[in-house]
């Protein structure tokens, strides 16, 4: 398994960033697909998730309505649209697959892309 996370970057306070996964090593287009976060200091957090046709979606009480999550599955890459970002949206992002209980993840994970909002 392979997952390869990238478009991080530093932004101001109400800017927008849009982070891709690159998986490959499993079929990507069987399993759904999360994103977690973690913080300096604190706990990997699930931020969001999709099915593995894209269908449905979950998200964090923190990030519903400012961040989406997609995917291309004639790419194998999973996206992460995050838009009005707060400081509290500092950390490092990661993909990873989950069961089709859209909870149950496989403790595969990537390099992660640090994304940081501050002014």
């Known amino acids: 398994v392979q997952l390869v996370e990238s478009g991080g970057g530093l932004v101001q306070p109400g800017g927008s960033l849009r982070l891709s996964c690159a998986a490959s090593g499993f079929p990507v287009s069987s399993y759904a697909m999360s994103w977690y976060r973690q913080a300096p200091g604190k706990e990997r957090e699930l931020v969001a998730a999709?099915?593995?046709?894209?269908?449905?979606?979950n998200y964090a009480d923190s990030v519903k309505g400012r961040f989406t999550i997609s995917r291309d599955n004639a790419k194998n890459t999973v996206y992460l649209q995050m838009n009005s970002l707060k400081p509290e949206d500092t950390a490092v992002y990661y993909c990873?697959?989950?069961?089709?209980?859209?909870?149950?993840?496989?403790?595969?994970w990537g390099q992660g892309t640090q994304v940081t909002v501050s002014s």
């Open positions: 990873t697959p989950m069961g089709p209980d859209m909870t149950t993840i496989y403790g595969y």
């Open positions: 999709i099915t593995s046709a894209g269908g449905s979606t």
